[in-house]
T-cell receptor, first 112, second 112 residues
Framework: KQEVTQIPAALSVPEGENLVLNCSFTDSAIYNLQWFRQDPGKGLTSLLLIQSSQREQTSGRLNASLDKSSGRSTLYIAASQPGDSATYLCAVSGGSARQLTFGSGTQLTVLP | EAQVTQNPRYLITVTGKKLTVTCSQNMNHEYMSWYRQDPGLGLRQIYYSMNVEVTDKGDVPEGYKVSRKEKRNFPLILESPSPNQTSLYFC???????????FGPGTRLTVL
């Protein structure tokens, strides 16, 4: 069964810092990996989608990489801002089941 | 506007009173799914549907039913809700599992 782990569970940084969030998964037979942002009590906003054949995707200050063979992905946030404070979730689709499997998330706080 | 809608957004009910949470998407997506999110347990898939009249169990299907009679709608049915079904529920859709997943705003359910 696919398992997705996110480290760290929580992270607090001062404004302006560059930071990296980590995601690992156990079954490398995935279709894609998706990073989401969730604000408290709110829905999920899709940030980046990386197909299994791709190595990275970029959107503005965000860059996500994927190493399928080692079962790892990173989300790089450049020049962090207080508005980036949220929980970041990674999810993989495929593997042995036809579903999206989520990690438990990294709660990010960017201090002014 | 392309979106996934859920109704109701908030619901407080009592044990055993049947309820339905509706989910609708306007993007002609084939794949739809339901998740519940609980503190410490993250997002877990309840049911998913690959297309009309095709549904399958996710990781936590007990106590739930779904139907997919039309492509745009995927209601979640709780025939006899219990307090352990108190949770935040999300509906999601995508063209297929290899495409980006779009999430609804969530339904916060409390079963007394």
């Amino acid at each position: 069964k696919q398992e997705v782990t996110q480290i760290p569970a929580a992270l607090s940084v001062p404004e302006g810092e560059n930071l990296v969030l980590n995601c690992s998964f156990t079954d490398s037979a995935i279709y894609n990996l998706q990073w989401f942002r969730q604000d408290p009590g709110k829905g999920l906003t899709s940030l980046l989608l990386i197909q299994s054949s791709q190595r990275e995707q970029t959107s503005g200050r965000l860059n996500a990489s994927l190493d399928k063979s080692s079962g790892r992905s990173t989300l790089y946030i450049a020049a962090s801002q207080p508005g980036d404070s949220a929980t970041y979730l990674c999810a993989v689709s495929g593997g042995s089941a036809r579903q999206l499997t989520f990690g438990s998330g990294t709660q990010l706080t960017v201090l002014p | 506007e392309a979106q996934v809608t859920q109704n109701p957004r908030y619901l407080i009910t009592v044990t055993g009173k049947k309820l339905t949470v509706t989910c609708s998407q306007n993007m002609n997506h084939e794949y739809m799914s339901w998740y519940r999110q609980d503190p410490g347990l993250g997002l877990r898939q309840i049911y998913y549907s690959m297309n009309v009249e095709v549904t399958d169990k996710g990781d936590v299907p007990e106590g739930y039913k779904v139907s997919r009679k039309e492509k745009r709608n995927f209601p979640l049915i709780l025939e006899s809700p219990s307090p352990n079904q108190t949770s935040l529920y999300f509906c999601a859709s995508s063209l297929s599992l290899v495409n980006e997943q779009f999430f609804g705003p969530g339904t916060r359910l409390t079963v007394l």
